[in-house]
């Protein structure tokens, strides 16, 4: 971890802190307690070693440098200031350290089960650090004797309500910045790459957000009904409007926007009798973006493995099951006087090159022979790889002679390849089948694959038809 990192996460630390103060409704017990977002993001991207930085900014805000120098030295007020550095960066540090865990080392667990462990860290990490705080607070504050049970519940919805909107945000920020990369990380934001980036709608679907959270406050200041403020979990639809549409680095800002209005609202409109309203719709709000992320990184995923099972990785080429699913279509299409044929090849003693050559050269001779033939391909024509070193051509609109003609060219278009320092004379056997009425595809493979092994048994490098 740089010095430029360290001194990062320092000066976001305080620069929360003091945000937050001013959308505090209580000492300390704020609408929301942004820096606890801030702090388990820090173990979250940088591990054991945001420890310090950490400390050292809740120690700078407790010690309350200003007054020391005005009013004298007291070591009491550094002790506690100590102690409050304490009860905060140990539970968000064993939190931090905890979600960091959970995200790296159970990465082959599906996204909503991680993201359901991150809410349950981040829930306890809170709630100790609010016990911590408050304990910490009653023991130095001779004011305050029942602190604790009076004021853990607010003091810990208003830090979980911080760490859910803010974690997010430097979670985004902080890699940037310190160049630091993390493959967790990046799942969440996978799909990105296939919206757009253009701001307009998301603007929008804000603008309609933010106006819901202040049409709803005005109500709470102007009807005495306590129901009113319940109103407020309303703004969950637009919400998830931009989480399900948007990037999410979109989604992970207008959480932030939406806490924001509301946390001023609730002292401009005057309804902070309401506020742990307010700040459980923001938890339930956030909790729920959060478990929506996964759907639109589902979709991703969902179109990545149709990728895989329409294209084969070593050669480009469509799969088998993309093969039989357009030849399917293609014959059930077809007039009843059309002919279409398939054309199995397999190359000759290619397990004997593998062996001699190696994996990689025998990989190489699979994919140069594959796009040299697919070029050669007629528009119309389908080339599959199906397995190992065995191919599949469909032949459409071919009676079985013609077919065969057509598999001769191909097998002439074989190549010798120049692979380093190797010359490969490359040569194929081909086995060839026409669709019959009423078959499936399946059975006609089967029947071309018979053709093929009787090229083989008649010496390789010939095509040979089947009826």
């Not at 709608?201 to 009904?225: E, Q, R, W």
């Not at 939406?258 to 401009?268: K, S």
């Not at 969902?302 to 099972?309: D, R």
């Not at 278009?413 to 019959?436: E, T």
Request: charged share 15%; hydrophobic share 50%.
């Amino acid at each position: 971890m740089k010095t430029s990192a360290y001194v990062l996460l320092f000066i976001f630390w305080i620069s929360t802190f003091y945000a937050s103060t001013i959308m505090a409704f209580a000492e300390f017990i704020s609408l929301w307690y942004m820096p606890a977002g801030v702090s388990i993001a820090g173990f979250l991207i940088f591990g054991k070693r945001a420890f310090f930085p950490i400390f050292l900014a809740v120690f700078f805000v407790s010690f309350r440098f200003i007054e020391q120098f005005e009013q004298g030295f007291d070591p009491a007020h550094l002790a506690s200031a100590l102690l409050f550095a304490l009860a905060h960066t140990v539970p968000y540090g064993l939190g931090g350290l905890a979600a960091r865990h959970w995200l790296s080392y159970f990465i082959q667990k599906g996204l909503p089960q991680r993201i359901i462990g991150l809410l349950v860290i981040y829930a306890i990490s809170a709630l100790m650090a609010a016990i911590c705080g408050l304990l910490v607070w009653e023991f130095t504050t001779e004011n305050y004797d029942h602190i604790l049970e009076e004021g853990w519940f607010a003091w810990w919805l208003g830090d979980l309500v911080g760490v859910m909107v803010i974690a997010p945000l430097m979670c985004l920020i902080l890699p940037k910045l310190s160049h630091t990369r993390l493959t967790w990380l990046d799942e969440f934001y996978a799909h990105d790459r296939r919206l757009s980036s253009n701001l307009k709608p998301f603007l929008l679907k804000l603008s309609i957000a933010v106006a819901t959270v202040i049409g709803i406050l005005i109500l709470d200041s102007y009807i005495t009904h306590r129901g009113v403020a319940y109103f407020v979990f309303f703004v969950s639809i637009p919400q998830l409007w931009i989480v399900l549409t948007e990037r999410t680095s979109y989604a992970t800002n207008s959480l932030v926007c939406i806490t924001v209005v509301m946390a001023f609202g609730v002292g401009v409109f005057n309804v902070s009798d309401q506020a742990i309203t307010y700040q459980f719709a923001l938890y339930i709000t956030a909790a729920m973006s959060y478990l929506a992320i996964s759907i639109p990184a589902l979709m991703q995923r969902n179109h990545q493995l149709a990728e895989l099972s329409m294209l084969d990785l070593l050669t480009n080429l469509p799969t088998k099951w993309l093969f039989k699913t357009l030849v399917t279509q293609v014959v059930k299409s077809s007039r009843p006087n059309q002919n279409h044929c398939i054309a199995m090849y397999n190359l000759d003693h290619f397990k004997k090159l593998n062996d001699d050559y190696g994996q990689a050269i025998g990989d190489e001779v699979l994919r140069q022979s594959a796009q040299i033939l697919k070029n050669e391909l007629r528009d119309s024509e389908i080339l599959c790889r199906c397995e190992q070193d065995t191919f599949v051509v469909f032949i459409p609109n071919t009676d079985i002679d013609e077919a065969s003609k057509r598999a001769n060219e191909l097998r002439h278009k074989l190549p010798v390849l120049h692979i380093d320092d190797l010359i490969l004379p490359i040569r194929g056997s081909f086995g060839v089948a026409q669709v019959q009425f009423g078959e499936t595809i399946d059975q006609t493979v089967e029947r071309a694959t018979r053709a093929l092994q009787q090229a083989k048994l008649e010496g390789r490098n010939k095509v040979v038809a089947i009826s």
